[in-house]
């Protein structure tokens, strides 16, 4: 049976750049679902499976999702059939979820392996903004990393911390990951 190591953290703290790098080194990537607009650079089936709102809330009806949540406007959800496909393969693969995702993941899984991928505020910020998009949302991303993303109470479901903020070296965050994978460090 697979494992699973789900990723949270607040916006713009890395998740993504740690995905893609993960599955050059060969960890298959579990993708969600979500009725947000693509970004320019982002495809369909490689970052989401992107839903209009009416075939997401047809998954919902259909029991389609493990768990689903709304953020900023927008449905998230990971299909069931993802996750099934994913723990039959024996490998390790890997999801990004937030928080509720990752306990709601670990109480149907329980050797779901938590990581927290964290970067400072002022960190977000300037990634954020270089990233664009409309102001009110990245105001929106800020404030719920300032708010909840980087409490103690949302970290502290966590199985293992990476920082990735302005200085951390990427490559040094990759190896950790990578560690952490394979199962050499766990804190
Ligand atoms: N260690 C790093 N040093 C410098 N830039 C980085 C580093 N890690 C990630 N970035 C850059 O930060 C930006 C945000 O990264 P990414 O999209 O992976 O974040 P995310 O956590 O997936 O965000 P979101 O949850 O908003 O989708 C990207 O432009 C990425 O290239
Ligand atoms: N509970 C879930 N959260 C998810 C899922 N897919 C992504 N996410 C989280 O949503 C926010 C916003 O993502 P973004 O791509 O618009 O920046 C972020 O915290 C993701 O981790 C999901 O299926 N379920």
């Given at each position: 049976?697979?494992?699973?190591?789900?990723?949270?953290?607040?916006?713009?703290?890395?998740?993504?750049?740690?995905?893609?790098?993960?599955?050059v080194?060969?960890?298959?990537?579990i993708?969600?679902?979500?009725?947000?607009?693509p970004?320019?650079?982002?495809?369909?089936g490689?970052?989401?499976?992107?839903?209009?709102?009416?075939?997401?809330?047809?998954?919902?009806?259909?029991?389609?999702?493990?768990?689903?949540?709304?953020?900023?406007?927008?449905?998230?959800?990971?299909?069931?059939?993802?996750?099934?496909?994913?723990?039959?393969?024996?490998?390790?693969?890997?999801i990004?979820?937030?928080?509720?995702?990752?306990?709601?993941?670990?109480?149907l899984y329980?050797?779901?392996?938590?990581?927290?991928?964290?970067?400072n505020?002022?960190?977000?910020t300037?990634?954020?903004?270089?990233?664009?998009?409309?102001?009110?949302?990245?105001?929106?991303?800020?404030?719920?990393?300032?708010?909840h993303?980087?409490?103690?109470?949302?970290?502290?479901?966590?199985?293992?911390?990476?920082?990735?903020?302005?200085?951390?070296?990427?490559?040094?965050?990759?190896?950790?990951?990578?560690?952490?994978?394979?199962?050499?460090?766990?804190?």
């Amino acid at each position: 049976m697979g494992k699973i190591f789900a990723f949270y953290g607040p916006s713009a703290s890395g998740k993504s750049e740690i995905q893609r790098e993960l599955t050059v080194f060969g960890y298959p990537k579990i993708i969600t679902a979500t009725t947000r607009p693509p970004r320019s650079h982002e495809e369909d089936g490689v970052h989401y499976l992107f839903m209009t709102t009416e075939q997401f809330e047809h998954a919902l009806a259909e029991h389609s999702f493990i768990e689903w949540t709304s953020y900023n406007g927008n449905y998230y959800g990971t299909l069931k059939a993802s996750i099934e496909e994913a723990l039959r393969q024996d490998g390790k693969a890997h999801i990004v979820l937030d928080l509720a995702g990752v306990l709601a993941l670990k109480q149907l899984y329980a050797d779901t392996v938590a990581v927290y991928i964290g970067a400072n505020i002022s960190t977000i910020t300037r990634r954020l903004k270089l990233r664009g998009g409309a102001a009110d949302e990245t105001e929106s991303r800020i404030q719920k990393a300032e708010q909840h993303e980087l409490s103690i109470e949302y970290t502290q479901h966590a199985d293992v911390i990476v920082w990735n903020h302005d200085g951390v070296d990427f490559n040094d965050t990759m190896l950790r990951v990578r560690n952490i994978i394979a199962g050499n460090q766990t804190d």
